[in-house]
């Protein structure tokens, strides 16, 4: 079959269509001009590529609705130079599309890569769909600030302090039509603690009213009840973190979102379970790593020393300024760190499933690569580990399937375009052997991704070269 095609006939599937239905009648899906045509008993011209995938199921295109495509994981160990960085970026948008995941959603991320990366795609380039939420909103000393991204991150964006510094920033990214919503930072410290100012209630509500006249929802990155609240007060279209990783939502708190019509995302994979790797380094022998990781980020993910990088600058980071330096040091010794993710993991998979059972939207998504002193965050591949997760903490595998493809669209305000297999929706789906209402590991099964009709496997998409 000839590559980068954008007519096929999808033959023989079990049909995944994700608005819930299972065709388990075998059926036939046309896809021209990389938009799907018919479904059903197709008739096409004799001249029309073939994609027979035998009584495979068929499933819409995968969305990681939280991801970060300027970082790598384990750079900063690494000492990565800025042509590595480039090389790792664009292994990365590859390894989206040998997952599966055929959109993603940057969750923050500079003009200057966002136009990078789309130039990419434009040109000919391989990767998923892009879309993104900018400008990101922090204030000055605050979350983000400081060069807390590193200079690994690559470019970055300037602090809110002021209506002028919101002004500028809103205009540094006029023009760019893949942003879908605006994101906010409120974010006060990790853990109990409170390290670092909040914006003003002057600027979130500045925010709100200039985000209001470009018809760009409010995404909120917050964690604690207190930061969470004011999400809800600024009418926030979606928390990109599950949160609660020390107190239960409450009624009144899921009664306010269910008013205002506020999606989660869940970021399980990344923020928490992956954390966890380095207790069960035997995880990283999976083979499905293997294709999809550069070999130097998984050796990175096995190596103690960047560990205890990361946590010596993460407890740097994270600690009071008042609190010793030797005090700090010594954290990462008396800490019972394995036990501490699990709690919160398991804080965070209980809140949402309560969530989920009320009736919220929920939508999947990784956090891969949230910064690039994180050792083993890697793309495309937490995806499918994340669907996993919320399969094991009891939400359906349909609905987890939905959370993935359907939901999100919505969300991004992109139901017209992905999200399910329908007439008149670009030709994104995944072919997998196993079945995956069944399986919760059936996405490593992953046969073929179509992205508009381009149809390969896994192992095409990992050697294409980029345009």
């Not at 035997?282 to 499905?288: F, I, Q, S, V």
């Not at 359907?406 to 969300?411: D, H, V």
């Amino acid at each position: 079959m000839k590559k980068k095609t954008h007519t096929l006939l999808v033959k023989n599937a079990r049909l995944i269509d994700g608005l819930g239905n299972v065709f388990e009648n075998l059926q036939s899906i046309y896809i021209h001009g990389g938009q799907i045509l018919e479904i059903g008993n197709c008739t096409c011209p004799d001249h029309v590529p073939m994609l027979d995938v035998k009584g495979a199921t068929v499933m819409p295109g995968l969305i990681d609705a939280h991801v970060h495509l300027q970082s790598v994981p384990g750079s900063v160990f690494r000492n990565d130079d800025e042509a590595q960085l480039k090389t790792y970026r664009y292994h990365q948008l590859k390894s989206y599309l040998a997952c599966g995941v055929t959109t993603v959603l940057d969750n923050a991320i500079s003009s200057q890569m966002l136009g990078e990366f789309s130039q990419h795609l434009t040109s000919g380039g391989t990767g998923p769909r892009i879309f993104a939420l900018a400008p990101g909103f922090y204030p000055p000393n605050g979350y983000l600030d400081n060069d807390m991204l590193t200079p690994f991150w690559g470019p970055h964006w300037q602090p809110a302090k002021t209506r002028t510094d919101v002004a500028a920033l809103f205009r540094e990214y006029e023009g760019m039509d893949n942003i879908i919503g605006v994101k906010a930072m409120i974010e006060s410290g990790f853990g109990k603690a409170n390290i670092w100012p909040l914006l003003s209630s002057e600027i979130r509500n500045f925010i709100v009213d200039e985000a209001g006249k470009r018809n760009l929802p409010l995404y909120v990155h917050a964690y604690k009840k207190k930061e969470q609240e004011i999400g809800l007060d600024m009418g926030v279209h979606c928390f990109v973190h599950s949160g609660f990783i020390f107190k239960q939502p409450t009624d009144r708190f899921i009664s306010r979102m269910k008013k205002l019509g506020t999606y989660m995302t869940t970021t399980l994979s990344c923020t928490f379970d992956q954390m966890l790797v380095q207790f069960e380094r035997e995880r990283l022998d999976n083979p499905y790593l293997k294709l999809r990781v550069p070999g130097k980020l998984l050796e990175t993910a096995r190596d103690d020393r960047a560990w205890e990088d990361y946590y010596d600058r993460f407890f740097t980071l994270s600690s009071p300024r008042w609190l010793p330096g030797f005090v700090i040091r010594a954290l990462p010794k008396v800490v019972n760190i394995e036990k501490s993710i699990r709690s919160c993991m398991q804080n965070a998979s209980r809140a949402i499933l309560t969530l989920y059972k009320a009736g919220i939207p929920i939508v999947a998504g990784t956090d891969a690569s949230s910064w690039p002193v994180f050792p083993n965050f890697f793309h495309g591949t937490s995806m499918i580990r994340e669907m996993e997760l919320l399969c094991k903490i009891g939400i359906p595998p349909m609905d987890v399937i939905s959370s993935a493809t359907k939901i999100p669209a919505e969300m991004m305000g992109l139901s017209d375009r992905i999200g399910t297999i329908e007439r008149g929706k670009y030709g994104d789906m995944i072919v997998v052997r196993e079945d995956p209402l069944k399986n919760p590991t059936a996405l490593e099964s992953l046969m073929w991704t179509i992205k508009g009709g381009d149809a390969r496997t896994p192992e095409a998409w990992m050697t294409d070269d980029p345009a």
